[in-house]
């Protein structure tokens, strides 16, 4: 049994991370619910039915916990990661962080893996199971299938979402760079518009659609002559990520610090 502590508790993610919590009762429990001070939610109970009231408590939540999971925004990830690695460098409780917060900045990737030196963190754009074994497929097509063929990827997120391209769309695409012996930084292409000429060589593509009350739709092209492949991964409900994110706490608590892939947890390789 672990004890998780739910940050952004009130949010849509939070919600749905307690809900998993909720369905493996003989594995993990729900131990503190943190909101961002002043917020209506605070005092209130985390659930329906549950004895957690929601509290802005950072320090007492990561004094009672084996592990929390994190989907908030990028200054709060990195704030609160950096509260767990102080927590044991002074000797106190080590807790493990599953963070599935998007839209990092260089910064901030630098100071959640500067925390990790302290804790053990499972780091991933997306905990679906489906979007990692994706992840590999993509990988050994663009590997298989050689510089003929043009790489691109197609993204289709909600309207609300703030960050694009997806962490996801960013993660296939960096897939893709490995296979090809480069990175996705060299070879990226992220709007096309005018006359921008023919595809240049070794480009890969990656574009974002938004709309709607899309829970998360990817698909990488590989398109060569003659012939077409799409490989494509589609969400209809955000509980598949709650319930990968509860899956790799369970994996992540009593780990050796260091970071971790959503892969590490699921065993591929």
């Known amino acids: 049994m672990i004890r998780v502590v739910v940050p952004g508790a009130a949010g849509k993610m939070g919600r749905m991370v307690i809900e998993a919590l909720g369905e493996r009762p003989a594995?993990?429990?729900?131990?503190?619910?943190?909101?961002?001070?002043?917020?209506?939610a605070i005092g209130q109970p985390a659930a329906i039915g549950s004895d957690v009231e929601t509290s802005d408590d950072v320090t007492a939540a990561l004094r009672g916990a084996d592990a929390y999971v994190d989907f908030t925004a990028a200054v709060a990830s990195v704030a609160l990661a950096q509260a767990a690695a102080a927590q044991a460098a002074a000797g106190g409780p080590r807790v493990a962080?599953?963070?599935?917060?998007?839209?990092?900045?260089?910064d901030e990737r630098a100071a959640l893996e500067r925390a990790a030196t302290q804790i053990p963190m499972v780091l991933s754009p997306n905990f679906s199971l489906g979007v990692n074994l994706l992840l590999g497929l993509v990988e050994?097509?663009?590997?298989s299938l050689g510089p003929e063929f043009d790489l691109e990827v197609l993204e289709i997120h909600h309207k609300l979402k703030r960050d694009a391209p997806s962490g996801t769309a960013i993660a296939i695409g960096e897939a893709l760079a490995r296979a090809r012996g480069t990175t996705l930084d060299?070879?990226?292409c992220y709007a096309r518009a005018g006359d921008v000429g023919a595809r240049p060589a070794g480009e890969i593509g990656v574009v974002a659609l938004r709309g709607g009350d899309v829970v998360g739709e990817h698909t990488a092209y590989f398109l060569g002559p003659a012939e077409r492949i799409e490989i494509s991964h589609?969400?209809?409900?955000?509980a598949i990520f709650a319930r990968g994110a509860v899956r790799a706490a369970l994996w992540a608590a009593?780990?050796?610090?260091?970071?971790?892939s959503m892969r590490d947890v699921l065993g591929l390789k």
């Open 27 to 40: 594995e993990a429990r729900l131990t503190a619910a943190l909101e961002r001070a002043g917020h209506a």
């Open 97 to 106: 962080a599953v963070v599935g917060t998007t839209g990092l900045s260089a």
């Open 140 to 143: 050994q097509a663009a590997r």
């Open 186 to 188: 060299a070879a990226r």
């Open 234 to 238: 589609r969400a209809t409900s955000r």
């Open 254 to 260: 009593g780990k050796p610090a260091g970071m971790y």
